[in-house]
């Protein structure tokens, strides 16, 4: 689709040392409402004679597939790795994912809980933390065919995304959870709610079954996932207004910095002094362009559709 109906680009500047980012974010057809959070094309160049890799990391995210043409990335997320792999999957994440690579054409899709529900058949709580080498791992290995379409030289990005889609329409089946997994997902989202009972009671259902729910489908417990969600607020207010300070980025729902603290080296495995000291060449770009374009800096702040 070439009419900017279904495509937001961002044409990324000149990051340091003359590197450039590209992004064009195109969006899901509406017959997967609510499975995904986009699908999206990543180019990066780097300059000749400079840095061979960029080295960043993401923060915690829904699950992902990325298909790298070019230089394979070298990443890691807690105990695994994976070096080199044109096709890479993720399951969602709380830690996050330290990553380096060259110059690549890359396609992600983000997968909402909605979409884990509709084309995994893995428990999330299973693939919690993982990265791999999706062609081999068995909850990932389905979407291994996409790998030649969306790494095609000759082909446009109009037709790989026509392939992209395609193969989605081809995967997708429906789920009897749909209904229980958008309550939740939605409640998580707005933030409105102060314990995991006021969140079961939010979404209508027992806190065995939210908890069922969310391990099944969103790959941790509610009172993680209701952590993760605060502290991701945080991370964004931050990463989007370059020169603010933590106090200021802080979610209002912590005590105090101290807590804050504590929880940031939970989730990003340092200091948010530490991590404020690093370059973020990739990250802090694309998560500008994904708002200025899509509305949303991060996976984990996208919302579910309205309920029907």
């Not at 279904?6 to 040392?17: C, D, E, K, N």
């Not at 992902?64 to 790795?81: D, H, L, M």
């Not at 990553?99 to 983000?110: A, H």
Request: charged share 20%; glycine share 8%; proline share 7%.
């Amino acid at each position: 689709m070439g009419d900017g109906e279904h495509q937001r680009a961002a044409r990324g500047p000149l990051l340091p040392s003359g590197q450039r980012l590209t992004a064009e974010f195109r969006e899901p057809p509406e017959a997967f409402a609510g499975c995904f959070t986009t699908f999206y094309h990543l180019t990066l160049d780097l300059p000749e004679g400079g840095e061979a890799r960029v080295t960043d990391y993401l923060q915690p995210e829904w699950a992902n597939i990325r298909f790298f043409c070019g230089t394979g990335p070298e990443a890691e997320i807690a105990a695994t790795r994976v070096s080199g792999a044109r096709f890479v999957g993720t399951g969602p994440s709380s830690l996050p994912c330290r990553f380096s690579m060259g110059p690549v054409r890359m396609w992600g899709v983000g997968f909402l809980p909605l979409g884990w529900a509709r084309f995994f058949n893995a428990d999330a709580s299973a693939c919690a933390n993982v990265i791999c080498d999706g062609a081999a791992h068995p909850a990932f290995a389905h979407f291994a065919g996409l790998t030649d379409a969306l790494c095609d030289p000759e082909a446009t990005l109009d037709e790989q995304y026509a392939a992209l889609v395609a193969g989605m329409a081809a995967a997708m089946r429906p789920n009897r959870d749909e209904p229980r997994i958008a309550r939740v997902h939605g409640a998580l989202v707005s933030g409105d709610h102060a314990s995991v009972h006021d969140l079961a009671e939010a979404c209508g259902m027992s806190m065995r079954t939210l908890e069922r729910t969310c391990m099944r489908y969103f790959g941790f417990s509610p009172k993680l996932l209701m952590r993760r969600q605060r502290f991701m607020r945080s991370l964004t207010t931050f990463m989007l207004h370059r020169g603010t300070r933590w106090t200021e980025a802080m979610d209002a729902d912590y005590h105090d910095q101290a807590q804050f603290s504590r929880e940031f080296r939970e989730f990003m495995t340092m200091n948010p002094s530490e991590y404020a000291a690093l370059d973020h060449p990739i990250l802090t770009s694309f998560m500008e362009a994904r708002a200025r374009v899509w509305g949303s800096a991060a996976q984990t702040l996208d919302p579910p559709p309205p309920l029907r």
